[in-house]
């Protein structure tokens, strides 16, 4: 890390939504980039930048802002150069001379302290003045909450976000109450907000600090351990980790935090006939709530059975098709038709790709019929299976991006007569609830999924819970139909299923497992995906293997293992552009994955406008622009725009947990 003293020469480029700014100064007689995150910044201005310099293949030498102190311009050349830049509204070249003939080196003291003053100027009016007045402030003021949070260990990007959601009144808020960044303020965790209190003088059992460790610690189990709640001795436990408090006043904390409903309480039959104190966030809790009641209210306004010669018609599909439905297969189909809500579950293998078929082909001649999954890979391939366009969710639902909301709710909801959702086990209890808002009592549901695969990424368990609930027509499918049935892979999956060893040594199958320890595992492991198995199966190393690890850290973890097979499946080029972030070096051609749901991210679809990249989309770097502070990537032909800020968001894909 450096520090250097410079002069602002010329902006580049700047982000205003992120402050992300690439800058040319004047260092000595030298002139240099300036990238990174940083306040407005006008040319004549006066620098102190700490960062660490780079060498850039096209641009040069750069040096990546940490840290940027701003200077006022002091001599008369410097304050006129400031003033010219266009920085500040209502003031242009002209006005620039006008004002410092005026004012001299006091200038910018008058801009801010006494801008009535602008008045006395020929040729400045009442308006403009007060526009020139604004935009000074509102730059210094900026610059103030700048310094101000980075002087307390914000980073830049921190520091844009916290101004764009306090404004002037960033100072006021955080010195109050800095525990408010939190819950305000996307990508603020508990211990940064713990940081700066303790910075101010905060001390270690103020009830702000307390009732917002009790809180970060039920949002963080919703957030990233998916539960809807915490029982009462585990938030408490969960929450003196993070607080290092006293148990008893941590219990006085939740007491206060039930009372004034900032935690919603609810008594849950437990084991051993003991009731369970369940802890919920609010927003959870009346989500809960609000799917139970719709589905109950879905229950009760069932319709009709579709077909009093039900049997008759599948036989017939049977004899079109020349398959033969076995007895549980047949079942799912019936309990589906002849229900306004079912759920289908089963493993691989089970035949849920041809119960959805047949679904179609017998309730298509009674209305129209939307077919849906959560995710998009998902979408695609029951599209490809069903022979019919199945769309997101989100899609589904009309998500407004900008907006933040869906368009399909109770007032304009789904005209569908039938609605098939496959893959539910990835439904959250939020996208629950925003599906039956749009769906009108009466319209069939049919939900399709393995209840034995991983719950959402989101809070809940939404498919196993209706399963346990047994309040919904269900039917579990238990053996396998698929053509490929001698499949070790679908034999082994229904063996782990029931707790049984899996088939280790079958010859010439499409399950084998190779035994590797300490150093050979790696080498291995690259000569298997790189050359072995594309060899072996004719498929492309980049777009039909897939490694999956448990854990993310060490020699076989997901970090070690993506620099591997990058290395090996896209090594640098000359041609190929590259961006560093953080450890991780993003190239041109690379496969990468979103973590993390983003509504906003906007894709163009014939034309149309749509919006959303969602948490284990699996996409390819298109393009790399670095001056421009951007990547394209693309996620199985949606092209999205990435820009540098987001990267955080984004994995190499090459393995993934």
Known sequence: ?????????????????????????????????????????????????????????????????????????????????????????????????????????????????????????????????????????????????????????VTPALAVKIYKRYGENVRQVITRNPYRLV???????????????????????????????????????TAVAGHCYLPRPELALAARRILGNDPDLIERTI???????????????????????????????????????????MIDAMPDTMATDLSAQIDELERVEGIAFHAQQRQAIETAVTSGM????????????????????????????????PTGRAAKRMSEACGMEAKTLHRLLEYGGEEGDFARTQDNPLEYDALIIDEMSMVDIFLMRSLLRALVPGTRLIMVGDADQLPSVGAGNVLRDILDSGAIPSVRLTEIFRQDEKSMIVYNAHRINRGEMPVLDA?????????????????????????????????????????????????????????????????????????????????????VMQIRNNYDLVWDENGTERFGIYNGDIGVIEKIYDRQSYMMVSFDGREVKYGFDLLEDLELAYAIT
């Not at 940064?192 to 702000?208: F, K, N, P, V």
């Not at 993310?552 to 620099?563: D, F, H, P, S, V």
Request: glycine content about 8%; some cysteine; proline content about 4%.
């Open 1 to 153: 890390m450096e520090t250097i003293e410079a002069f602002a020469d010329e902006t580049v480029f700047r982000n205003d939504e992120n402050g992300y700014t690439v800058l040319v100064v004047k260092a000595g007689k030298s002139r240099v980039s300036a990238v990174g995150v940083m306040p407005p910044v006008t040319s004549g201005e006066k620098l102190r930048i700490t960062g660490e310099w780079t060498e850039h293949p096209v641009y040069g030498r750069q040096i990546k802002v940490q840290s940027l102190e701003i200077e006022q311009p002091t001599t008369l050349s410097g304050i006129e150069k400031y003033l010219s830049s266009g920085m500040i509204r209502g003031v242009g070249p002209a006005t620039a001379k006008l004002l410092i003939r005026a004012f001299g080196e006091k200038t910018l003291d008058v801009l801010y302290s006494e801008p009535d003053k602008l008045l006395d100027v020929p040729g400045i009016g009442e308006k403009r003045a007060r526009m020139i007045q604004e935009s000074y402030a509102e730059q210094a003021q900026q610059r103030e909450a700048m310094v101000f949070l980075q002087s307390y260990g």
């Open 183 to 221: 819950e305000d303020v996307e990508g603020i965790g508990f211990k940064t907000a713990d940081r700066i209190a303790a910075s101010l003088g905060i001390e270690q059992d103020s009830e702000y600090r307390l009732s917002a460790g009790v809180k970060y610690t039920l949002s963080d189990a």
């Open 255 to 297: 007491d206060s935090l039930i009372l004034s409903h900032e935690i919603a309480a609810q008594i849950l039959p437990g084991d051993d006939d003991e009731d369970v104190v369940a802890l919920y966030l609010p927003s959870t809790y009346r989500a809960e709530s609000e799917v139970a009641r719709r589905l109950r209210e």
């Open 342 to 373: 079912t759920v289908i579950t089963g493993g691989p293998g089970t035949g849920k790709t041809t119960i959805i078929k047949c679904i179609i082909k017998l309730l298509s001649v009674h209305g129209d019929i939307a077919l849906a999954a």
């Open 507 to 591: 010859h010439d199958k499409d399950f084998f497992f190779m035994k590797r320890e300490g150093g050979a595992l790696i080498p291995t492991l690259a000569e298997v995906v790189a050359r072995r198995l594309p060899v072996t199966y004719g498929v492309s190393a980049f777009d039909k293997i897939q490694v999956i690890t448990p854990t993310r850290k060490g020699a076989a973890g997901t970090e070690t293992l993506n620099q591997l097979l990058q290395a090996e499946l896209n090594p640098p080029a000359k041609d190929k552009a590259e961006k560093k972030f953080r450890n991780v070096v993003f190239r041109e051609g690379d496969k």
